[in-house]
């Protein structure tokens, strides 16, 4: 377990060797790669973005914009901007499960008003939750089982990994390394 939170390029470091684990390269790819796309949809708007947020060895500010948007607080309509850490994460995982970076997206940023709202009325949601520091999201595919989802966001070790069965998404942040 880390107190902070993984590098760049200790993150993709982690990620190479759990491919070389597994048996697998798209986590080497990743590192090679000339660019990491994503697709997200917000299952509660309907916003759907796909978008190539890191290209030649940049992030693309319109692309983190665009996907900043769809990951917005959608009680209250707050942008927030989203950790790109956290992007990289989910590009990962992707790569970590061999399927195209396509999420679905339940929860990605909170405001402080909706996370306390939430709080209050489920024990399920952390008062000083990630998703207030734009760290965290709740997601799934439709590419991939989600035993198998949330096994592999584990293994890549760059932060909170939760399984919530009975809704059927996994939170993913890029605080701390801690799985329930």
Wanted: hydrophobic content about 40%; glycine content about 6%.
């Amino acid at each position: 377990m880390i107190a902070n939170p993984v590098s760049r390029r200790g993150f993709i470091t982690q990620a190479i060797a759990f491919s070389a684990l597994i048996g697998s390269t798209p986590a080497l790819a990743m590192k090679t790669a000339e660019h990491r796309d994503l697709m997200v949809e917000s299952l509660h708007t309907g916003e759907k973005c796909k978008v190539t947020f890191w290209e030649h060895g940049h992030y693309n500010p319109d692309a983190l914009a665009e996907l900043n948007t769809v990951m917005r607080d959608h009680r209250t309509g707050d942008i927030f901007e989203i950790d790109a850490n956290l992007y990289d994460a989910l590009y990962a995982l992707s790569a970590v499960v061999e399927t195209q970076p396509r999420f679905q997206l339940i929860s990605g940023y909170r405001s402080p008003k909706t996370n306390a709202n939430l709080a209050a009325n489920s024990n399920g949601v952390a008062k000083k939750s990630y998703h207030m520091r734009g760290m965290a999201s709740d997601i799934r595919t439709d590419r991939v089982d989600l035993d198998r989802l949330h096994k592999a966001a584990r293994a890549l070790k760059v932060g909170g990994v939760g399984k919530y069965a009975k809704s059927n998404f996994i939170h993913m942040d890029v605080g701390p390394v801690r799985y329930w």
